[in-house]
């Protein structure tokens, strides 16, 4: 069985700065890791899916390295909105580009991965895939072949219900969903962005998307502004052993917490 930590949207900030929504990122960031270090260390990778850092904020990277250096497992970094990818690239030169994208694809026993890079070309924080990276995830669905494959990405291509967050989504998402239509094994999308857990189907395959160990978005499905939350934070554990893929999700303990 393959487990995987799973985290998104840390919104982590450079010393002196602002707190996002009047809370500190990095303490609830620790708490976490905290935790994951006492219960999770035999985890296989921890996966973190975008919002790394505040927008503008690039320093923080170098903290983001830090924390995670802590810890004994491997970790695996996406993109989202809020990130500046020369500035991923140089805090985390590890990470290999592929035609000027930062997405990549691994193989873990019998389990494939594939990591997207839904980053804009425009600066502007919905979601898009272009040809070139269309192309790309092609090549390696077609090359997971019968293995399980999990997808990991910043932005979810589908709607939940919320407008303030559905004009945010990864737009012209329907190349993908073709895509993953002609899979016959076992798939499942792992989304950020949202600041909710949600599951459901797309394109014929359960996805999830995953709550901030920062804050939340309230579930306002009439209003065209994000609202923050009072719910807790968290993070994810996904178990994986042949074609069984099951997601738990863990609330934190903010009295552990800033």
Known sequence: MNKLVWLTDLHLVEPGRDLPQNVDP???????LDEIGRLHADAARIVLSG???QLRN?????ILRSELERLPIPFRLL???HDDRAALLETFPEITPHDGFLHGAEELDELSILYLDTLAQDGKHHGELCARRLEWIGDRITAAGEKPLLIFLHHPPWEI???ALDR????DSEPLAELLRQRRAATHLFCGHLHRNVSGLWAGWPFASLKSPHVQFELDMTGSKLARSRESP???V???KGRDIVVNYRDLDLSQAA
């Open 238 to 240: 996904i178990l994986a």
């Open 168 to 171: 945010l989504r990864l737009l």
């Open 79 to 81: 993109p989202g909105n």
């Open 58 to 62: 690039t320093g923080a990277y170098c």
């Open 51 to 53: 919002d790394l850092i």
């Open 26 to 32: 990095l303490a609830r960031l620790r708490a976490c």
């Open 161 to 163: 219900g919320v407008p």
């Open 234 to 236: 968290g993070y994810g």
